[in-house]
T-cell receptor, first 114, second 115 residues
Framework: AQTVTQSQPEMSVQEAETVTLSCTYD???????LFWYKQPPSRQMILVIR??????QNATENRFSVNFQKAAKSFSLKISDSQLGDAAMYFC???????????FGKGTKLSVKP | GAVVSQHPSWVICKSGTSVKIECRSL??????MFWYRQFPKQSLMLMAT?????????EQGVEKDKFLINHASLTLSTLTVTSAHPEDSSFYIC???????????FGQGTRLTVV
């Protein structure tokens, strides 16, 4: 069975600094997708970034980038120039090519200090 | 991006009554929708996969007779919590994908409180 592990329950970063959230996963599939979702206090799930496993290039979305290490099954999220609005729960998620449903990690609560 | 609307956003009901939660894809057709449950300060756990025109597939440990799922059209899936009890109080979230890619679009979620 596939699993997603986030080992950092909480993280804190100073405004304008950079922070990295860790995620590891386990799967025997070769075709899959990885995601980072943000859940603010409103609890609306917001897609931050997506990575296709077959792509070697790390995904980037403005201040957000990932370090995807397929062999190590690692998928970390880097947030640059952190802003107060980045404070939220961040979930790492996995989906296999044929399943559709998402498997989530336990989440990391990110605090941003002014 | 695609829009998924979930209603109601919050509901309070008495123990023993049933509550229906709707999940609609507003600008696309969703043959498959997913229902998740999230307890306070915890992650999202898949409850069931809702397939248009067929029976839902439930995850292990989820009572199908308690959590009734109906996916009667390509744009609507409903979750009915039957004979609700306080332990059913939770945050329920649906999601759907367009079938064109792998991005899931989430509803706003429903906070259910059973008193």
């Amino acid at each position: 069975a596939q699993t997603v592990t986030q080992s950092q329950p909480e993280m804190s970063v100073q405004e304008a600094e950079t922070v990295t959230l860790s995620c590891t996963y386990d799967t025997s599939e070769s075709d899959y997708y990885l995601f980072w979702y943000k859940q603010p206090p409103s609890r609306q799930m917001i897609l931050v970034i997506r990575q296709e496993a077959y792509k070697q290039q790390n995904a980037t979305e403005n201040r957000f980038s990932v370090n995807f290490q397929k062999a190590a099954k690692s998928f970390s999220l880097k947030i640059s120039d952190s802003q107060l609005g980045d404070a939220a729960m961040y979930f790492c998620a996995y989906t296999g090519g044929s399943q559709g449903n998402l498997i989530f990690g336990k989440g990391t609560k990110l605090s941003v200090k002014p | 991006g695609a829009v998924v609307s979930q209603h109601p956003s919050w509901v309070i009901c008495k123990s023993g009554t049933s509550v229906k939660i709707e999940c609609r894809s507003l600008d696309f057709q969703a043959t498959t929708m997913f229902w998740y449950r999230q307890f306070p300060k915890q992650s999202l756990m898949l409850m069931a996969t809702s397939n248009e025109g067929s029976k839902a597939t439930y995850e292990q440990g989820v009572e199908k007779d308690k959590f009734l799922i109906n996916h009667a059209s390509l744009t609507l899936s409903t979750l009915t919590v039957t004979s609700a009890h306080p332990e059913d109080s939770s945050f329920y979230i649906c999601s759907a994908d367009t079938g064109l890619g792998t991005e899931a679009f989430f509803g706003q979620g429903t906070r259910l409180t059973v008193v």
